[in-house]
């Protein structure tokens, strides 16, 4: 008798959760697995020499108009979000994504800054457009933290004496616009997003335990995604 109480009971709470987690284009839940190009800018907004050494020899090598770029990576994308009503949503996203820093302008060619891993903390609350149909567009806003890490000299900074660089973590805002298409009833969509964030981070150049140099960039990338998305 225990076991069929048991039993009875484990049907009767499957049955409840069942409907709960169907796949529906009306749901709370959407998880969306996306594969995303991250384009960011990188270019110096400020220099700031702390050893005025470093400024007479790049004075000396001819370079007086110095800027840098950061490098386009493409990357898989999770985001998960939950609608408090049809039209009202909020949104986060995990990614990981890696980028090197070059130089440009008097400094074309140059490989300054490499294996710069960004994680970028993003929370965005989105307003839905209910076009009454399958299609719908919306817009969002939100804050984010960049977490960088694991950066190090490139070639060129290393042959001017930088043994360690330091990228720091930057706080922004990201702006944000889409789709999403639903597929049927089953809960099974597209989505297509794109995010402008905007971010300083400060670049902090080491020679022997000394800081020779910072530098302070516009990253702002642009963040643009495509995949699946299921809504339950």
């Known amino acids: 008798m225990r ?15 069942t409907p709960a987690m169907a ?4 749901g709370k839940i959407q998880v969306k697995v996306l594969g995303t190009a991250v384009l960011p800018d990188g270019g110096i907004d400020k ?8 400024a007479t020899t790049l004075d000396g090598m001819g370079v007086s108009d110095i800027d840098t770029k950061a490098n386009d990576n493409v990357v898989p ?14 949104e986060t996203i995990c ?5 090197h820093v ?37 817009v969002g806003a939100g804050p984010s933290i960049f977490f ?5 000299p490139g070639a060129t900074a290393q042959a001017l004496g930088v043994d360690k660089v330091k990228m720091s973590n930057s706080f922004g805002v990201a702006l944000q616009g889409g789709v999403d298409i639903a597929l049927g009833d089953s809960g099974f969509g597209l989505s297509i997003d794109a995010k402008k964030y905007f971010m300083k981070p400060t670049a902090k150049f080491y020679a022997a335990g000394t800081k020779v140099l910072e530098t ?7 963040v643009l995604s495509a995949g699946l998305a299921y809504r339950f």
Request: net charge negative; proline share 6%.
């Open 3 to 17: 076991k069929i109480m048991m039993l009875a009971a484990l049907s009767a709470t499957t049955a409840i959760a």
């Open 23 to 26: 796949g529906s284009p009306d």
């Open 47 to 54: 220099i700031k020499y702390v050893d005025p050494a470093l």
């Open 77 to 90: 994308t999770i985001a998960i979000e939950y609608f408090f009503t049809k039209n009202i949503s909020v």
């Open 95 to 99: 990614c990981l994504t890696q980028h």
């Open 102 to 138: 070059n130089g440009a302008a008097d400094l074309a060619g140059t490989n300054l800054v490499n294996h710069v891993l960004i994680l970028p903390a993003t929370v965005t609350a989105k307003y839905h457009l209910d076009m009454g149909g399958p299609i719908k567009p919306y």
């Open 148 to 152: 960088v890490f694991d950066e190090k």
């Open 216 to 222: 302070k960039h516009d990253l702002d990338p642009w």
